[in-house]
């Protein structure tokens, strides 16, 4: 059974940073890649971040530049570290495994930017 639990969420104020951490268990053979998704309240599912088993790196074109996704392998957990935040970033912030067999997805996890 495979399994993604984010971790990190939080309140900020504009302009700072936070550290989304998105863990995995179970089988991950098969990995083609692991990313982030928000969705803000009223709005659909967005990409921001992912990247895939061999490291390549996709960003949302209104967060290049400031998130940064990074992944330990060994551990099968990836990170997004956003810096210099924005009230438009304030989402509930997903994590998604994208495997041979299937997409699972996270419970998600809340980022509020204050302004």
């Known amino acids: 059974q495979v399994q993604v639990v984010e971790s990190g969420g939080g309140l900020v104020q504009a302009g700072g940073s936070l550290r989304l951490s998105c863990a995995g268990s179970?089988?991950?053979?098969?990995?083609?890649?692991m990313g982030w998704y928000r969705q803000a309240p009223g709005k659909q599912r967005e990409l921001v971040a992912t990247?895939?088993?061999?490291?390549?790196?996709n960003y949302a074109d209104s967060v290049k530049g400031r998130f940064t996704i990074s992944r330990d392998n060994a551990k099968n957990t990836v990170y997004l570290q956003m810096n210099s935040l924005k009230p438009e970033d304030t989402a509930v912030y997903y994590c998604?495994?994208?495997?041979?067999?299937?997409?699972?997805w996270g419970q998600g996890t809340q980022v509020t930017v204050s302004s």
């Open positions: 179970g089988n991950f053979f098969g990995l083609r890649s």
């Open positions: 990247i895939t088993s061999g490291g390549s790196t």
């Open positions: 998604k495994a994208d495997l041979v067999f299937g997409a699972y």
